[in-house]
């Protein structure tokens, strides 16, 4: 199909009596309702510094019962016929069909198509005369391994980090579109036709949706990057490459290498830490020529530091605004450990709790982090068994003092200052038959992930159906 649309400042547009910004040319057979959606698209942002952004996108539209890829470049057009700024916009329709027969990437097309117009000067017209664009005929660029990426870090697998199960924002500056280009074509060239999946953007407008783009860039600081940030998105900038989110396991091999072969070439570059196979792994999945993968023996564990110190800081505020009056009231009728957290919340201040909740944000980024290449974690709910019903709490853990009435249970509530869905389930018994549970933590706002892992656990050990010896006599 590859029909066209272009749009920029005209005093005649193809809709009668219209002049400025407007669609200047289309193919005739584009539908009217893909037309006003495309135009809204069109508009231009020019930030406050130089140099002004190239825009090149790729989005998908669903319209009734028809799927378009749409990949467009919008640029500055200098000026317009009235003396006022003015740029060009110009889209290329793709139907879902050709784009599953393509070799090409939607970048592909983006770098090597010689029909981008950079101006219209000709009268507004259809492009009758003009033949769809050939998807077919657009070489595909971006073999694997990931040159781009390996100049810029050292190690081609770098590509993976751009990830097509997770929503990323690049920070890149206006004007870099070149070189960003070829990174993200690298990394789409990793998943094949699944690249034409990928909505992307080099330049998130502020009146753009974000949910329009898995990936999307912008300036270092700009309200998106705040924004994507609070949303949870995985941040990369190409310029700091130590700062990069550790890549797909999936993807990172043929990024290295191409296609996995049964016999993997040396690492290039910066090779991985040698570490031993767990005993009777095997060499492949059935049907699969990946090779084994070096399992490390030590797994890697979040960063909890300051979690302590944010659940402590917040129950004592929440306890002193519920508990005052009622210690004010009834003081001797309720407990010590009430009346010692709701002192301890009478002393902190505004800056003491902006502080604290700064950490939590950090908290939370650093869990969120870990979780994207960890699916799920699984972690005991309590440190201890159950105890006596007379001990009024634990006070301490294999000879470490606890220092409040609340350290015992810091497994549970580590996981409460995060954000991050948990559940409990039980897992078994003590060799005295108090029961344990298992806690299990997802990703953040992966409430069904967790439900459906805590089912099948259940369904897969049974424990739920027994008592505890407890409760059977």
């Known amino acids: 199909m590859g029909w066209q649309l272009i749009y920029t400042s005209s005093p005649r547009c193809l809709k009668a009596g219209h002049s400025g910004f407007g669609t200047v040319a289309r193919h005739r057979e584009l539908r009217a309702r893909l037309v006003e959606i495309l135009e809204r698209f069109s508009s231009y942002e020019r930030p406050s510094f130089d140099p002004t952004p190239r825009i090149d996108s790729h989005r998908i539209i669903d319209l009734s019962d028809e799927r378009y890829h749409v990949v467009t470049r919008i640029r500055d057009a200098g000026t317009d016929y009235s003396g006022r700024t003015n740029h060009i916009a110009h889209h290329v329709i793709f139907s879902a069909d050709e784009v599953a027969a393509a070799d090409a990437t939607p970048i592909d097309f983006l770098i090597s198509w010689n029909g981008w117009r950079t101006a219209w000067t000709e009268p507004a017209r259809f492009l009758d005369d003009q033949a769809p664009v050939a998807l077919g005929d657009i070489p595909h660029s971006f073999p694997p391994p990931s040159r781009a990426w390996a100049k810029l870090t050292g190690d081609p697998g770098s590509a993976a980090c751009l990830s097509p199960h997770r929503e990323t924002l690049i920070i890149a500056k206006p004007g870099c579109e070149d070189a960003l280009l070829p990174l993200m074509g690298e990394s789409l ?34 309200a998106a990057e705040s924004a994507a940030r609070r949303r949870g998105a995985t941040i990369i900038d190409p310029g700091d490459p130590p700062s990069l989110p550790r890549p797909d396991p999936d993807l990172v091999d043929r990024a290295r290498w191409g296609r996995p072969t049964a016999t993997r070439p040396a690492t290039p570059r910066v090779p991985a830490p040698e570490r031993p196979d767990l005993p009777g792994a095997s060499a492949a999945r059935p049907g699969h020529a990946t090779p084994r993968r070096p399992i490390p023996a030590l797994l890697p564990e979040p960063d909890f530091a300051d979690a302590d110190e944010i659940f402590k800081a917040w129950r004592a505020w929440r306890f002193e605004l519920r508990f005052t009056p009622l210690i004010e009231k009834y003081g001797d009728l309720i407990k010590e450990t009430i009346h010692w957290n709701a002192e301890q919340g009478a002393k902190l201040t505004g800056p003491q709790l902006s502080r604290i909740e700064k950490k939590r944000t950090e908290l939370y980024h650093r869990l969120r982090v870990f979780m994207e290449d960890h699916e799920f974690l699984i972690a005991p709910v309590s440190q201890v068994p159950p105890f006596d019903v007379s001990k009024p709490y634990i006070t301490q853990i294999n000879g470490k003092e606890m220092p409040t009435y609340i350290d015992w249970m810091q497994s549970c509530y580590f996981i409460t200052v995060t954000g991050h869905p948990a559940i409990s389930v039980p897992c078994g018994f003590t060799p005295e038959g108090l029961p344990v549970g298992v806690q299990i933590v997802g990703r953040h706002q992966d409430d069904f992930g967790v439900l459906q892992l805590a089912y099948a656990f259940q369904q897969a050990t049974q424990t739920w159906r027994k008592l505890p010896q407890v409760a059977e006599r």
């Open 189 to 222: 060239a990793l998943i094949d036709h699944e690249s034409w999946a990928i909505p992307f953007t080099t330049f998130l407008k502020s009146n753009d949706n974000p949910d329009d783009f898995l990936w999307r860039a912008c300036p270092r600081g700009a």
